[in-house]
């Protein structure tokens, strides 16, 4: 069927007219839809694709600080830095290359000696499923392929660039330690920072490249921070390649400072020298395993020499440590060159203890001027206790019992104080009081030096026993009922009275018993001090009586000398003791190297020029033998230094440690065979050495 | 006397017809694509331009080319709209054999893979993309076989649609074949936008936008499922369109656009132009450079002008008279505007990636000739058609 030819027509044009008439509306529809999408884009949302926009095309650069230099107080070098050649390459433009920059390296392989196999792995970024070696730090970073190269070599990368394209030969800082072993230990080492590290401390996470290391030991721990300096930032435009097309903005690093410390390198090297020679004096007859010196300043706490052997050379950790010597440095038989004794050793105090002791008994009603027995010995609690040589003084006044170092006189003062407090079964409160006047020294807890890993020692006293018991109680009941079958085999009276002792210790070792407290007295059974703790409490009883927290660290200067930044003396604490005691102690000590048991060690010297106060001590401990103590401050009239020297099981005080102490003032004060004396005026510098403009360093030194 | 006309007088009628129908041409039109054709060259002038360090000559053969694109294909187009379209409407049947045959000599040794689609043909160092010209042949028979329909009927019947069914499904194999979902795509909405307005039987056209409908609801469907599976099925089948991985080109012609902010970077100062992050900037995604260097005051230009463009094609449409000129109008709206929707859709981040230039402003020889070619005959449409009303 056909329809007319007109209403087919009209038709036609309807549907047609009223068909583009909508379609007309509908690309109105969409052109407003996309406007209204890029609208929604690029006004509200500009800035949230313009961050974007910045993470993908700028990259930042972190531009490491050069590390401050630790300076003696005279100005010479403790640490710095030396400029050792490196190569490195471009990770973007040797990955860039079509084979990947293996030709490049292969090449470089031959010339620097390294095998390739090792440079592809060097080239690889770090990852969680990467072993090492491998890059750590960013690949915007010049990845650094070999260290320590040849100057020959270096030139060699440099004057053929177009053969090496992407890898450059440079000079870059590395840590140095011109004294060698000298203040190994408090001097510190770096080490490549750990995941732990970078959480714990905010202000590195903006700062760190991931191949720049931290402080992990002594002043190059405590001080990290100042010594770091702040990295610069270069932020560089990059292509959808990651190569660099521009730098962008550029943050200039600022170098760490210089830290000058109260230390003086000739006094450090004489006390270890002193502290080696009087060791080897006491072998083969003592085991003289380690020992440490301390030479404090009286005056405000500074640290003037702190010396701890077996030592290490700090080098060794640089470029990272292999494990064979890192094996070493920890073992037993190397004596753990690693640890500090004098901050982080405890031993009994031995006879040094004893200004304590007298102090808490002055303090606690007896008299100064009144005498008191020094048997050859004492019998109190049903037990006997001797004087060191077995030899009774008669009556004595206290001036004396520290001059000659009488022990039963101690023992008297110990047992009676504890009995005041109650003995076994104390009512109430118990004073304390030796414990108390311990701590009042400054012992039982850190001194505060500034140096890391610091012991606080042993007080022990009631309290400190019954924590003691309720964490060994377990183990001790269990010993009590099933003795000691390995033992006993071998030794059966043995394990019978081990296990006496376990039962004993299970049921009753709360308690503060009168050998304990008498014990306590004379500095032993489970009294342990630093060296570093006794040199600070002798140095209090120098200066009248102020603990000063010890510092190493004497002033902070900007690498360019702009400014210095004095490091004030902190006080911890006054010793809780009046003046007459204080002066009463001053009198007691030095006389003790006049005619009392430090009389052998310092016949000879100029005590009249410089008269030494000190105390020795022998200290001992189970199993071990004696450990020779010599606590000391000179000039006696008016103190400057403070000494204590500590040689583990080294024999008697006045015959290891006092020579050795004698030594040291010896260098200092320019006696003997020492020659010239090494501080001038025999006083610790108070100027400080300039750091010049051009960042060298004037010193002081004559 | 008795003068013979001579060639010269021939020449001058020629010159005269030709300066006619260029005072009849739609200048709005004309002056919207010149305006979209400048903005482009100044776009792949910016998108080519080398990073640090890069040779500057590149960019600048870059313009050179894509201004001999333009000038050669403006030329084309410009002839072909002093022809009659009742002259051009003979050679339809030859139009349409040329380009399917073009689309299978690129399934012959002369076809050349470029990202992964075989599209191209290469004949003397020159380079073309038969697809791009098919979508004219195919809207020029579908105008005449849905405008003069057989038997003298008054509108397109079954058979008539049956037929055009076949006549686009083979171009459109061939094109899907290559892989080129994009192309495809647009072969397929130039169908449906030509038959609906047709006047053919509105089962049929219902259908066959319900059909179209359904595809869509069926890939919204997919994209809604799993992302990234949809990236990965509109990959297998138009590796041109993302070249580096799923999802890169997108997000990073979001950066692009979004960070130009409204009043842009400025030409030449885009970083992510100048870093070139968004692959294909100066071809499929040139719409990024306009997003960053010339912000929303720029790009809403461009898609204004476009808008302008389509509206003028469809108010010629409205003055034909007869359907085959009309039809030629709707399909080539058809064609600029659904391209330039999945284009400027796909920069801003609203439709997937399909590996489709935006009409007048991406570089690419074929695709702008096919474009003004496509102009040249509307032009010609409009100085005609309206003429003899």
Not at chain 1, 24 to 35: C, G, H, N
Not at chain 1, 175 to 203: C, F, K, N, S, V
Not at chain 1, 368 to 394: E, F, I, T
Not at chain 1, 465 to 486: H, I, L, M, Q, V
């Amino acid at each position: 069927m056909r329809r007319s030819s007109r209403g087919s027509s009209v038709s036609r044009r309807g549907r047609g007219w009223s068909g583009l008439l909508f379609v007309q509306f509908l690309v109105l529809v969409l052109v407003a839809a996309l406007v209204a999408r890029l609208w929604y884009l690029q006004v509200p949302m500009a800035e949230h694709y313009r961050e974007l926009a910045v993470a993908n095309h700028h990259q930042q650069l972190i531009v490491p600080a050069t590390r401050g230099h630790i300076l003696d107080s005279a100005g010479r070098p403790l640490v710095n830095n030396r400029t050792e050649l490196v190569v490195s390459a471009d990770y973007h433009e040797l990955r860039g290359m079509e084979d990947g920059g293996e030709r490049v390296l292969s090449d470089l392989s031959a010339i620097i000696d390294v095998p390739l196999a090792e440079l592809q792995q060097r080239m690889r970024l770090c990852g969680p499923q990467v072993e090492r070696p491998c890059w750590p730090g960013s690949p915007y970073q010049p990845v650094t392929l070999a260290e320590g190269i040849e100057p020959r070599v270096a030139l060699r990368i440099m004057e053929s660039a177009d053969d090496f394209p992407g890898v450059t030969a440079q000079a870059q800082a590395v840590r140095a330690y011109p004294q060698g072993e000298h203040a190994g230990q408090m001097l510190g080492y770096l080490q490549p920072i750990t995941q732990e590290e970078l959480d714990a401390r905010e202000e590195l996470r903006t700062q760190f490249t991931g191949i720049d290391q931290v402080g992990r030991d002594g002043l190059e721990a405590v001080y990290d921070a100042q010594l770091r300096g702040k990295a610069g930032q270069r932020t560089l435009g990059v292509n959808n390649h990651g190569e660099v097309m521009d730098v962008i903005s550029e943050e200039m690093p600022v170098a760490g400072r210089h830290l000058i410390t109260h230390i003086d390198l000739k006094v450090q090297k004489a006390a270890e020298k002193a502290l080696a020679k009087g060791m080897e004096a006491a072998r083969p007859r003592y085991r003289a395993d380690s020992g440490a010196a301390v030479v404090l300043d009286v005056t405000n706490g500074g640290v003037v020499a702190m010396a701890s052997l077996p030592t290490y050379d700090p080098a060794i950790w640089q470029g990272g440590i292999d494990q064979e010597t890192f094996d070493t440095i920890l073992s037993e038989e190397a004596g753990e060159p690693l640890l500090s004794r004098a901050v982080q050793g405890t031993y009994p105090p031995g006879s040094t203890f004893k200004v304590s002791s007298l102090s808490a008994a002055v303090e606690n009603g007896y008299s100064l001027h009144d005498s008191y027995a020094c048997p050859g010995s004492v019998s109190l609690a049903g037990q006997s206790y001797q004087n060191y040589a077995g030899a009774g003084q008669g009556s004595i006044s206290l001036k004396k019992a520290i001059i000659a170092s009488c022990n039963t006189v101690f023992y008297n003062f110990g047992y009676q104080m504890w009995q005041k407090d109650g003995g076994l079964h104390p009512e109430g409160e118990p004073e304390e009081a030796m414990a108390e006047m311990a701590r009042g020294y400054g012992f039982g807890s850190p001194t505060g030096v500034d140096l890391p890993y610091e012991t606080g020692g042993r007080i022990p006293d009631r309290e400190w026993k019954r924590t003691f018991w309720e964490e060994t109680r377990e183990a001790n009941c269990a010993r009590a009922e099933e003795g000691y079958p390995d033992i006993a085999e071998r030794n059966p009276s043995h394990a019978a009275y081990l296990k006496r002792l376990a039962h004993e210790h299970c049921v009753e070792g709360f308690e503060w018993r009168a050998n304990e407290a008498i014990n306590f007295s004379i500095g032993q059974g489970d009294v342990l001090v630093s060296p570093l703790q006794l040199a600070s409490a002798y140095a209090a009883i120098a200066n009248g009586g102020t603990l000063y927290e010890p510092r190493v660290a004497k002033a902070l200067a900007t690498a360019d000398g702009s400014d210095v930044e004095l490091i004030e003396p902190s006080v911890k604490q006054e010793v809780p003791v009046s003046d007459e005691t204080i002066r009463y102690l001053q009198e007691a000590l030095a006389e003790v190297t006049v005619s009392g048991t430090g009389r052998g060690a310092f016949a000879g010297f100029p005590l009249d020029e410089v008269a030494v106060a000190g105390k020795t001590g022998s200290a001992d401990a189970e199993q071990r033998q004696v450990s020779s103590w010599f606590a000391s401050y000179a000039p006696a009239d008016d103190p400057r230094y403070a000494v204590a020297v500590l040689v583990s099981q080294g024999g008697t005080g006045g015959m290891t440690a006092a020579p050795i102490a004698r030594e040291i003032y010896e260098a200092i004060y320019g006696f003997g065979e020492q020659g010239e004396e090494l501080l001038p005026d025999g006083k610790p510098r108070t100027d400080l050495p300039t750091v010049r403009t051009d960042g060298t360093i004037d010193s002081l030194e004559r | 006397m008795y003068t013979r006309p001579g060639p010269s007088r021939n020449l001058g009628h020629a010159a005269v017809a030709a300066a006619g129908a260029a005072r009849r041409f739609d200048w709005v039109l004309v002056g919207s694509v010149l305006t979209l054709c400048a903005i482009g060259s100044l776009l792949v002038w910016s998108a080519t331009l080398p990073g640090d360090g890069g040779d500057p000559r590149e960019s600048i053969d870059a313009l050179v080319r894509h201004l001999a694109h333009v000038g050669v294909a403006l030329v084309a187009g410009l002839a072909l709209a002093t022809v009659d379209h009742r002259t051009v409407r003979a050679y339809v049947p030859l139009a349409y054999a040329t380009s399917v045959l073009a689309l299978v000599l690129v399934l012959t040794p002369l076809g050349a893979v470029i990202n992964g689609s075989r599209g191209w043909i290469v004949v003397a160092g020159l380079q073309f993309q038969p697809s791009e010209l098919a979508k004219v042949g195919l809207i020029l028979v579908l105008a005449a076989l849905l405008g003069e329909p057989r038997d003298q009927e008054a509108r397109p019947m079954t058979r008539d649609v049956l037929f055009c069914l076949l006549v686009v499904a083979i171009p459109l194999g061939l094109v899907a074949t290559q892989p080129d979902l994009g192309t495809a795509l647009v072969l397929a909405a130039v169908f449906l936008g030509m038959l609906t307005l047709s006047g053919a039987p509105l089962l049929w056209v219902a259908g066959m936008l319900l059909t179209g409908a359904l595809g869509a609801l069926a890939v919204w469907w997919f994209d809604l499922l799993e992302p990234y599976q949809m990236d990965r099925i509109a990959t297998l089948m138009d590796p041109a369109a993302d070249p580096q991985g799923s999802g890169y080109n997108s997000a990073q012609a979001l950066i692009a656009v979004g960070s130009g902010g409204f009043d842009g970077t400025g030409l030449f100062q885009g970083e992510q132009t100048h870093g070139r992050f968004v692959p294909e900037q100066h071809t499929d995604f040139i719409f990024t450079v306009a997003g960053e260097e010339l912000g929303f005051v720029g790009s809403s230009l461009i898609i204004v002008l476009m808008g302008v463009v389509i509206w003028r094609i469809l108010r010629i449409a409205q003055g034909c008279d007869q359907p085959y000129p009309r039809l030629v109008c709707v399909g080539v709206a058809t064609w600029f505007g659904f391209q330039s929707l999945t284009n400027i859709g796909m920069c801003l981040g609203v439709l997937p990636v399909t590996g489709l230039p935006l009409p007048f402003l991406s570089y690419g020889g074929t695709a702008i000739m096919a474009n003004m070619l496509a102009l040249g005959l509307v032009l010609s449409i409009d100085s005609r058609d309206r003429g003899f009303k």
